[in-house]
C-alpha cells in the first residue's frame, strides 16, 4: 500500500512542477510586451493619420478661401485698369491714388499666390505621404489582430491542459492518505520538490550519496524514508 502512495506521491510532485510551469506560461507569455508595443505602434499611427486628416481637410479650406480672395483682387486690379485706361480719370491726382491702389492690390495678389502654392505643396505631400502610412497601419493592425489570435489559441491550449492537469491531481490526491500529503506539503514550503528518488546511491534532490542501509530501506517500501542530508522524502 505504502509503495503506491509514494508512486502517487512522486506523480504528483511531477503534476504539480507541470501545473506551476502551465501557470507561470501563462503569466509570462512570451508576446506580451510585443504585443503591448505593437498596440503603442497601432495607436500612434492611427493619430498621425487622424492629425494629417484634419490637417488636409483645414487645408482644402484654406486653399478655397485663398483661391476666392485671390479671384477678388484680380478682379480689382482689372477693375483699375480699366479705369486707368478708359479715360474716366481726369485728374493726375486721381490717377496716381488709383494707380497706387492697383499696386497694393497687385501685392496682395502676390501674397495671396505665394500662399496658395505653399498651402497646395504642403497638401501634395501629405497625399503623398498619407496613402504608405494608411498602408503601414493596415499591416499593422492585421499583425496585431493575427497576433492576438494565436496568442488566444496558444493560452487556451495552456489552459486546457492545465484543467485535465488539475483534475488528475484531484484523483491522485483521494489515493494518498491525508497524513502523508500532510507530510508532503509541509516539506514543499522548504523544498520545490519534496519527493526525491535514488539513483546510483545519490538522492535525485541534492546529489548527495544515501547509505547504503537507507538505500535498501527505500527498496522495500516499508515505511517512509527521508533523505539524510535534505529531508526529502525517498521513493
Known amino acids: 500500500m505504502i509503495r503506491e502512495e509514494l508512486n502517487g506521491l512522486f506523480k504528483l510532485q511531477e503534476i504539480e512542477s507541470r501545473r506551476e510551469a502551465l501557470e507561470q506560461a501563462i503569466k509570462n507569455h512570451s508576446v506580451e510586451d510585443y504585443m503591448h508595443k ?69 501685392g496682395k495678389v502676390e501674397k495671396y499666390e505665394e500662399k496658395a502654392l505653399e498651402i497646395m505643396e504642403e497638401l501634395e505631400n501629405l497625399n503623398i505621404d498619407l496613402p504608405q ?64 528518488s535514488v539513483l546510483d546511491g545519490k538522492c535525485s534532490g541534492c546529489m548527495m550519496e544515501v547509505s547504503v542501509m537507507i538505500a535498501l530501506e527505500v527498496e522495500r517500501h516499508e515505511g517512509l524514508i527521508y533523505c539524510e542530508n535534505c529531508g526529502r522524502i525517498l521513493v
Open 133 to 196: 502610412e494608411k498602408e503601414i497601419a493596415i499591416k499593422k493592425k492585421k499583425e496585431y489582430n493575427e497576433k492576438q489570435l494565436k496568442t488566444r489559441q496558444e493560452i487556451d491550449k495552456i489552459k486546457d491542459e492545465l484543467s485535465m492537469i488539475i483534475k488528475q491531481k484531484q484523483e491522485l490526491e483521494t489515493g494518498i492518505s491525508p497524513e502523508l500529503l500532510d507530510k508532503y506539503r509541509r516539506i514543499k514550503k522548504f523544498k520545490r520538490e519534496p519527493v526525491a
Open 38 to 106: 505593437l498596440r503603442k505602434i497601432i495607436n500612434n499611427l492611427e493619430k498621425t493619420l487622424k492629425e494629417k486628416n484634419k490637417r488636409i481637410i483645414f487645408l482644402k479650406n484654406q486653399l478655397r478661401h485663398t483661391e476666392q480672395k485671390l479671384q477678388e483682387s484680380y478682379d480689382m486690379v482689372k477693375q483699375m485698369e480699366n479705369r486707368i485706361y478708359s479715360g474716366e480719370v481726369t485728374t493726375i491726382k486721381e490717377l496716381n491714388i488709383l494707380k497706387e491702389k492697383q499696386d497694393a492690390t497687385r
